[in-house]
């Protein structure tokens, strides 16, 4: 095929860490869906599979229908793998160490709402954030036949070790230089900079502001951009600042492979950059959601604060669990980023990377004339 642009195909934005990980666009996608991470790196990306809500035994399944999903092509898994935890705990564990007050706010959740209780479990209500549980979680990784590793919050350097051990290419989200130069110690591969307009845990600095401070801390390893990023142009404007390539989230919620409950689809579609917050609610850790009712009754001044992770989700897990299942509108978010702007129509991966890909070559090629001037 005649190639244009320095070699560079015209349906393609391959560089070095593309050629490094045997993918054709720097355009990374985390997902809770083996379904939408498998159709990321199918359509040249890289798709990772945040497995943070899965217990050991679905993790190691799902990880093995994923590479199923995608025989011929690089993917990934992401844990939350936090330190300073308890070494072993479940909810009931925990229950002790609940103040009534919050147990009878979210009570009141229930009743205001008219939530019934769950009849089945997920993981808000089954598990709570231990060492134990990254342990199991780290092992069924370690044994799957992953790509790549991605560590969302924390990067234990025995965790990281493990991994590269079983060939895996590693990778931290970082929000900060404090967090880059740990994540460098413990032996990490590639540094995702992600800002404050992410989706999900994130720190208080700003993606235009992160990236740049990373990549200089980074000594010499490859950075993705992250936080806030629907558009070719802002992947465009990431690479120009030295990343190689961007990592996304949000955008990937609007996509058809992900069969996200109608109500909570309405909400994303509807959402615009203003309608995001950041929380502890979610997690006891600041973490970027849309707004719901749920944020808006923490927020509200008979709310007790928020507990510190692992114990909110011990105290709001049965009730998010009935939430989900029960599918109490109001009630329903996820995580999402200020980039939930480029939510705007159900469609598929496929064509989601390609508009990503073709905006920004576009806004390459805009930029020649600066150069010939
Ligand atoms: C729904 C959702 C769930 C997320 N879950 C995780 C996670 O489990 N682990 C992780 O490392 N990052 C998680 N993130 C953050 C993403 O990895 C990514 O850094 C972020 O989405 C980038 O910003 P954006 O949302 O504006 O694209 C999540 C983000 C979203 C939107």
């Not at 970082?174 to 992410?198: F, N, P, S, T």
């Not at 142009?233 to 120009?240: E, K, V």
């Not at 994303?268 to 959601?289: F, I, N, Q």
């Amino acid at each position: 095929m005649a190639s244009t642009n320095h070699g560079i195909l015209p349906d393609s934005l391959t560089n070095a860490l593309c050629s490094r990980l045997g993918i054709r666009h720097p355009i990374f996608g985390l997902a809770h869906s083996i379904e939408v991470a498998a159709a990321i790196s199918n359509a040249g990306g890289l798709g990772i599979y945040a497995a943070a809500r899965d217990g050991p035994n679905e993790l190691a399944r799902k990880l093995s229908a994923l590479r199923d999903l995608c025989p011929d092509a690089p993917v990934g898994v992401d844990l939350l793998l936090p330190t300073a935890l308890p070494g072993v705990s479940t909810p009931g564990d925990l229950a002790a160490a609940i103040p009534d007050g919050h147990r009878r706010f979210v009570d009141g959740l229930f009743d205001r709402f008219q939530v019934p209780p769950a009849t089945e479990g997920n993981f808000f209500s089954q598990y709570v954030r231990s060492q134990a549980l990254f342990e199991e979680q780290i092992t069924a990784v370690a044994e799957s036949r992953m790509d790549v590793f991605a560590a969302g919050v924390g990067t234990p350097a025995d965790s990281i070790a493990r991994v590269r051990r079983a060939g895996m290419t590693t990778i931290a989200l970082v929000g900060a230089v404090k967090h880059a130069r740990k994540a460098i110690e413990a032996g990490v591969d590639v540094l995702v900079a992600q800002g404050y307009d992410a989706g999900g845990h994130t720190g208080t600095i700003g993606t235009f502001t992160l990236v740049p401070q990373i990549i200089a801390a980074a000594e010499g390893r490859p950075v993705l951009a992250a936080g806030g990023i629907g558009a070719g142009s802002q992947i465009a404007a990431a690479l120009a600042m030295g990343a190689q390539g961007a990592w996304l989230g949000t955008v990937w919620l609007g996509s058809s492979e992900h069969r996200l409950p109608a109500a909570l689809t309405d909400k994303l579609l509807a959402a615009t950059s203003e309608d995001t917050v950041l929380t502890r609610a979610h997690s006891g850790k600041p973490c970027r959601v849309v707004r719901s009712a749920f944020s808006d009754a923490w927020e509200a001044a008979d709310a007790p604060a928020p507990l510190d992770m692992p114990y909110q989700q011990a105290l709001t897990g049965r009730l998010l669990a009935a939430v989900e299942e029960h599918q109490i509108a109001p009630l329903m978010y996820e995580a999402a980023g200020q980039s939930v702007a480029w939510v705007q129509e159900v469609e598929p991966v496929a064509r989601i990377m390609d508009r990503l890909v073709r905006e920004t070559r576009q806004s390459l090629d805009s930029l020649r004339p600066y150069l010939l001037a």
